[in-house]
């Protein structure tokens, strides 16, 4: 998925006007059962977006993948540690897929001023963000 919201990535934050920093809340896997195992994936990042040291938008996404979902990537033969390896990746991978959407979403409110379909207190801090120039 390329989204194309940000002119480049930097592992630097210094003279950046946008900055997007995360925090891991949770990042692990549980089984269950004895003869028959069930495997869970978790998963939880909180993330920040700050505009000349604002924030601007922030959220919580979280997601959780057993194997049996249909976003499990893995074999439904394989070994325990290999389960747990696909279900916390998979986890991982809808969280970044649904970050890059919110973040897409909020930037196409705060510069284009189109219409949101998520919270109305993300749409607010939009609103006041249009007044900005942005140079990426």
């Known amino acids: 998925m390329q989204t194309r919201i940000f002119g480049s990535v930097t ?45 601007a938008w922030s959220g919580t996404i979280e997601h959780v993948v057993t194997d049996a979902d249909a976003e499990y990537s893995g074999s439904f033969v394989s070994t325990v540690e290999q389960a747990m390896r696909h279900t916390m990746a998979d986890a991982l991978h809808l969280i970044l897929r649904d970050a890059a959407h919110e973040i897409e979403h909020f930037w196409l409110v705060a510069v284009n001023g189109a219409v949101p379909h998520f919270k109305s207190s993300t749409f607010a801090k939009a609103k006041e963000l249009r007044a900005c120039t942005v140079h990426l």
Do not use: E, K, N
């Open 11 to 55: 592992p630097s934050s210094t003279g950046a006007r946008w900055i997007l920093s995360s925090d891991i809340r949770a990042f692990c896997c549980q089984t269950r059962g004895f003869i028959v195992r069930r495997v869970a994936g978790i998963a939880a990042i909180d993330f920040t977006l700050t505009h000349d040291g604002t924030v």
